[in-house]
């Protein structure tokens, strides 16, 4: 990735409930995770630019637990992401999620959809992004609670597409799960690779879950990206669910298809540990 110009926090505070952009239709999830035995709640991380907000969960009580960073999709870190993380230190995960378009903006408050991949999404550099997964790995590392040995990621939509790059970028990554993040498109300064272009670069195994019926994703993408991980000898895998949607796990959305999305947890969770990143 290219050198970046530095860039101060716009944002530095999550916001509460969910984005804008959803809210209105789907105030309440389906899957809704108490923070029962758990220490849970935003973070300050340090970072190039300034303290970028977070939010973090995991077991409550003394020990170390494997790391497992969490990316959001367009929306930011609203309460999704946020119940992702819950659900995630239930069974004894160090789960964090760093609002990743704090320079850029607050997405949380946008009400449409192409405002926010125009004015924020769009001009967020993946380089500015690897930096600061990087940053998050240390903090937590730095924190006495994460066991960053045992290092995992997952990501939805935008964030998916974030998995698969950063697999390639970090030589700490045991393991990855990328939910229908997109596979390959236009590419620009911001954004040189995409996933089909870093296959044989992978140093870490992702699983990769796709839907059959995802109109933004080609099923002839995905079947491109196979070939190029079979080619590659990549220990990297793609699931598909033929009847599923894009964003079949956001259970705030129509989109939502609660077998697919409880098949794709298990299989995440199942993936993780097989990886060396197991929760405790």
């Known amino acids: 990735m290219k050198g970046l110009t530095r860039r101060e926090f716009v944002v530095t505070s999550l916001a509460t409930g969910f984005a804008a952009a959803v809210a209105p239709r789907f105030a309440q999830a389906v899957v809704s ?8 709640g935003e973070v300050k991380i340090p970072a190039e630019g300034g303290d970028m907000p977070a939010y973090r969960a995991m077991p409550a009580g003394e ?22 993380c819950r659900r995630l230190a239930k069974v004894g995960y160090f789960a964090v999620a760093p609002e ?54 997952t990501g939805f939509c ?57 109109t933004g994703i080609p099923m002839a993408d995905v079947e491109a990206m196979q070939r190029a991980l079979v080619a590659a000898k990549s220990s990297s895998r ?17 989109s939502y298809r609660a077998a697919d999305a409880k098949d794709g947890w298990k299989r995440s969770l199942a993936w993780f540990s097989e990886h060396g990143v197991a929760p405790s």
């Open 33 to 40: 995770t108490d923070e029962a035995g758990l220490e849970a």
């Open 63 to 84: 020990g170390k637990h494997a790391v497992v960073l969490v990316v959001q999709e367009i929306f930011g870190v609203h309460e999704h992401i946020r119940d992702v």
């Open 100 to 153: 990743l378009f704090a320079r850029q903006g607050d997405v949380s408050k946008m009400k449409d959809v192409q405002q926010i991949f125009s004015k924020v999404v769009s001009k967020v550099p993946d380089g500015q992004v690897m930096q600061d997964l990087d940053a998050t790995v240390a903090w937590a590392e730095s924190s006495g609670r994460g066991d960053a040995s045992e290092l995992g990621i």
């Open 158 to 214: 935008w964030g998916g597409r974030i998995v698969w790059l950063y697999s390639a970028h970090s030589a700490r990554l045991k393991a990855g799960v990328a939910w229908y993040g997109r596979l390959r498109g236009r590419t620009d300064p911001l954004h040189e690779k995409y996933p089909m272009d870093v296959a044989s670069e992978l140093k870490a195994p992702v699983l990769g879950l796709y839907g059959g019926e995802d």
């Open 238 to 254: 793609i699931h598909v669910y033929p009847d599923a949607p894009h964003g079949f796990f956001a259970d705030y959305r129509d």
